[in-house]
């Protein structure tokens, strides 16, 4: 399951493109799509709640993907928090965004890239993403600068990796 909470009409286009591309050969894969407003979706919080609640009972995944918890754009923080709220005996990562508000912390948990799979995920987020193409963060050369520092910091086979902030594991 792939869920986007906050998008224009513009954005949710984007994010059901690429989840379709990057899904790509998934047997089954669902994508939802809400249209709270970005940037207010602290606001709404009560019915962000119901609709975590609302998945968790129809949802039980193996492995959560959310945004650090740490992450200073509001609406990332919400969803983190109701993640860790919603499903606390799963397996949760947080990743990390590039952006302007210098967020970036110091990972715990590494997944090495093949450069042909960086190469790919680039490629799939510049080309799916327009709407974000004057942000300064957008950029190949910085996302592959940080897969390459988080590559460095595991040793990586290849060089890159992505990192990820793990809270809680069990084996």
């Known amino acids: 399951m792939w869920i986007v909470f906050t998008a224009t009409p ?33 606001y709404s919080g009560a019915a962000v709640k119901d609709e975590f609640e609302a998945l968790k009972r129809d949802f039980s995944p193996d492995v959560v993907f959310t945004h650090y ?15 860790w709220n919603t499903w606390r005996d799963h397996f949760i990562l947080e990743y990390e965004i590039p952006k302007y508000d210098g967020d970036f912390g110091s990972p715990n948990f590494f997944a090495s890239l093949a450069t042909s799979t960086l190469d790919r995920k680039i490629d799939l987020v510049l080309r799916h993403f327009p709407s974000q193409a004057a942000k ?18 595991c040793a990586a086979p290849e060089g890159f990796a992505e990192g990820f902030y793990g809270r809680k594991a069990r084996f």
């Not at 984007?14 to 249209?35: I, P």
């Not at 300064?136 to 910091?153: D, K, N, Q, S, Y």
């Open 136 to 153: 300064p963060w957008f950029t190949a050369e910085l996302f592959r600068a940080v897969a390459r520092i988080r590559g460095m910091e």
């Open 69 to 83: 918890r740490d992450d200073r754009h509001q609406d990332h923080r919400l969803i983190s928090e109701l993640t």
């Open 10 to 42: 513009e954005r949710a286009e984007e994010a059901r493109a690429s989840a379709g591309a990057f899904l790509e050969g998934v047997s089954t894969a669902h994508v939802v799509v809400r249209d709270y407003r970005d940037g207010f979706l602290p």
